[in-house]
């Protein structure tokens, strides 16, 4: 063996040159997939301050006094943020219209009704937890039910808080200030923000490879500095970003208008799927090899495959790729003794395959932006579907955790989500105006909006009291700054006004960072509002902190004892639909190893596994301490970790069964035989799942199957596409094995005494 293959000392990591500024820029686009937080953000302060704007001139002409101007500014506001919102949950630019065509119908409803009851006290106020109760069952009619018990309440609220200066009679005043608002969202949405699904798309590939850029990047830094913690971790998040895009390009090619002309979805969808495949195996790959002792010159062939594909060089990677295969057939055929171990060749072979394969998909891309498929297009069915331009998150394995009973007798009550929330605000804003009434007569308003708010996008109880808690700490810090602000800026209304507009910016624009960000933004416009009405006082605000502190512990408290979702259930969900998924990848593969056939339906197994992952990510992500069955730190990250491999080992499984032969039919029954009993093991974890039982469930691996069946084959070598293919099984086995004893579950093993 050459002197160059002995293994040798890491190198010394490298120094990170200065970022020049394109790459601050394509960190700012990776981070906003398709500049959905941006444009979101943007749309609502220039409709917000269009909105402000016609208003001021339409009281202004009507000869209305100062407090009447900013008080019609602060209705078009509201119906200019609420609007923002409304586009994002319709594909279809006519159903964006007709849904903000309809906008002012439930609050012009609502303002009249609170202004016929705002004289009689106790009336107006049971009428605001009926309209809350109402507003929360008009979920069952989608998004526009949602939006409509929105405005419904909104415009209760406002008929509620002016009924002191106005009568019912007075009603088409308010009428006209909600028209003129719906009216500039509209123009709005379709002159500044035209919902272009075509557009969407373009923007999100442009974000997804940014994405890659990062990925590839984080390779780097973690090859340079092997066993950080901190870079191994960003790693990993980054990885889950990536195929959060993925999955959102994927969302977007359900619309036959999002495709570029010539395009297909079917095209599209694999481009996007392979590439995202198979950096993140490059990704995978060279973690594992930062962390191991290679030839000399390897590690830096490695980091010369990472940097060319972070800078969407395909040839340079292709380069690398190819002289570390080189390399790699020089050590296989030295000497026994001087070989590399049997896991690193199989690692590095897979290093070098996926990247040579990324490298062609980029080339492809790059070569033919609007690909063609020949003959029909058939209907792209996506794993997912956005809600509000974003991945659902926790959202649907919630609602199945709310119509199934739960183990403790408190959560056995099986309800639709619409309806338990129907129950649950009615309690919390009951709650809510009986306590805040106690602390301020006239401001328990502000306890009431807090209750409302802690139901929107939050779907389960700790969700609802993880958003509580941050919008308490969002209106504490708002009223710091809005103190400050207000003392600063006084009665400068130009300034004022410029103060909201930027205040709300960032804080829509970082709401999917933390909703705390959004609370403070709208704590300082309130902050400006009081100033202009003259009643701003130090005190008003520290009384607003003091009533949002008693509505989230009341919707907290609800949540927690009335009809609660626990996050234990949603995890159970979001577990066994990953299991579900993970098995239909494996039967799926299982068949294409023993008959040839089209790869289209595994890919989009292994997409629903993708989604499967993300729920469950965005399930226990709040707590991921609360998981099934599982106690103690050490458990917790072992469920994780084993959920996270298991995923990764099947799309492996996905690639190796594509470019593997098929097998002599004498070994395929025992490959059936071996598929059923992995399938049988899987299903055993979901029937403990679904009953809390761990103990005294088994899982039966399978492992030994698989590896007899490889035994048998005549392949040449341990890196052949069928011999990889049986080792992903066995992975697979291993990584639920892994999560079963981390559940407490018994594990045998059919070739040891256990």
Not at 385 to 405: D, F, H, I, N, R
Request: neutral net charge; aromatic residues 8%; hydrophobic residues 50%.
């Amino acid at each position: 063996m050459s002197a160059g293959i002995a293994p040798q000392p890491a190198p010394e990591p490298a120094a990170r040159p200065i970022r020049p500024p394109y790459e601050w820029w394509e960190r700012f686009v990776a981070s906003d997939p398709g500049f959905t937080r941006l444009r979101t953000a943007g749309q609502a302060v220039a409709t917000i301050g269009a909105a402000m704007l016609a208003e001021f001139l339409l009281a202004r002409a009507a000869g209305q006094n100062e407090a009447a101007v900013v008080l019609a500014m602060m209705i078009g506001a509201v119906v200019g943020m609420i609007s923002t919102f409304i586009g994002p949950m319709f594909q279809r630019p006519l159903a964006v219209l007709a849904s903000l065509a309809l906008v002012p119908v439930p609050m012009i409803a609502g303002m009249a009704l609170g202004l016929a009851l705002a004289p009689f006290h106790v009336a107006a106020l049971v009428s605001l937890v009926v309209v809350l109760a109402a507003g929360a069952y008009l979920r069952r009619f989608g998004p526009r039910g949602f939006f409509a018990g929105q405005l419904l309440f909104m415009g209760d609220f406002f008929g509620f808080f002016l009924g002191r200066l106005l009568t019912i009679g007075q009603i088409g005043q308010l009428a006209l200030v909600v028209v003129v608002a719906s009216a500039v969202a509209i123009i709005a949405q379709f002159t500044l923000f035209y919902p272009s699904r075509r557009t969407a798309l373009r923007r999100l590939r442009r974000s997804f490879v940014g994405r890659v850029s990062q990925v590839a990047d984080a390779a780097v830094d973690l090859l340079d500095d092997p066993g950080d913690k901190l870079k191994t971790r960003r790693l990993h998040r980054l990885l889950i970003r990536l195929n959060e895009g993925a999955l959102m390009i994927d969302a977007q090619l359900a619309d036959p208008a999002a495709l570029p002309p010539g395009a297909t979805a079917a095209s599209v969808h694999q481009r996007i799927f392979d590439s995202e495949l198979t950096l993140t195996n490059t990704a995978r790959f060279a973690e594992y090899l930062a962390a191991t002792d290679l030839p000399t010159g390897v590690p830096e062939k490695i980091r010369e495959a990472l940097v060319a594909i972070r800078d969407h060089e395909p040839d340079a990677a292709t380069a690398a790729a190819a002289d570390l295969r080189r390399r790699l057939r020089t050590a296989n055929t030295a000497e026994a003794s001087d070989r590399l171990p049997q896991t690193t060749r199989i690692v590095l072979h897979r290093f070098v395959v996926s990247v040579i394969g990324h490298a062609e998909v980029t080339r492809i891309i790059n070569d033919r932006d609007q690909p063609v498929d020949p003959g029909d297009a058939e209907p792209f069915d996506p794993a997912v579907t956005l809600s509000g331009g974003w991945l659902p998150g926790s959202q649907k394995v919630s609602a199945t955790a709310s119509t199934e009973a739960g183990v403790r007798w408190l959560d056995r009550v099986r309800l639709e989500p619409y309806a338990r929330v129907t129950i649950q605000m009615t309690v919390a804003v009951t709650g809510s105006i009986i306590v805040g009434s106690l602390l301020s007569p006239q401001r328990f308003y502000w306890a009431v909006i807090a209750t409302f708010v802690t139901f929107l996008g939050a779907h389960n109880a700790t969700e609802q009291i993880r958003k509580s808690a941050y919008r308490v700490l969002g209106t504490l810090v708002g009223v710091l700054l809005g103190v400050v602000l207000a003392h600063l800026i006084g009665h400068h209304t130009r300034v004022s006004i410029l103060v909201i507009l930027i205040a709300l910016f960032f804080g829509i624009y970082l709401l999917r960072v933390s909703y705390a960000f959004m609370v403070t933004g709208i704590t300082v416009m309130l902050a400006q509002l009081y100033v202009q009405l003259n009643e701003f006082s130090d005190a008003l605000l520290l009384l607003r902190l003091a009533e949002t502190a008693v509505g989230a512990a009341v919707a907290s408290l609800t949540v927690l004892f009335v009809l609660p979702v626990r996050i234990r259930q949603v995890v159970a969900v979001a577990t066994r639909e990953h299991l579900q998924a993970l098995d239909e990848v494996a039967a799926r593969a299982v068949d294409r190893l023993g008959e040839a056939g089209s790869e289209v339906e595994l890919r989009a197994a292994a997409r629903r596994l993708d989604a499967a992952y993300q729920a469950l990510e965005a399930a226990t992500r709040p707590l991921r301490g609360r998981l099934p069955g599982v106690t103690g730190g050490g458990l917790r990250e072992q469920f994780w970790y084993a959920a996270t491999a298991s995923r990764h080992y099947a799309r492996n499984l996905v690639i190796d069964t594509g470019w593997s032969s098929c097998l002599p039919e004498t070994l395929t029954t025992e490959l059936q035989t071996a598929a059923k009993l992995l399938s049988t093991s899987i299903a055993e974890i979901i029937a403990a799942i679904d009953a809390a039982s761990f103990a005294d469930r088994t899982y039966l691996r399978s492992a030994a199957l698989f590896d007899r069946i490889a035994s048998d084959l005549d392949d040449e070598d341990v890196t052949t596409p069928r011999q990889l293919a049986f080792r992903d099984l066995e992975l697979i086995d291993g990584a639920l094995a892994t999560l079963a004893q981390s559940l407490g579950m018994q594990v045998n093993s059919l070739d040891t005494a256990r």
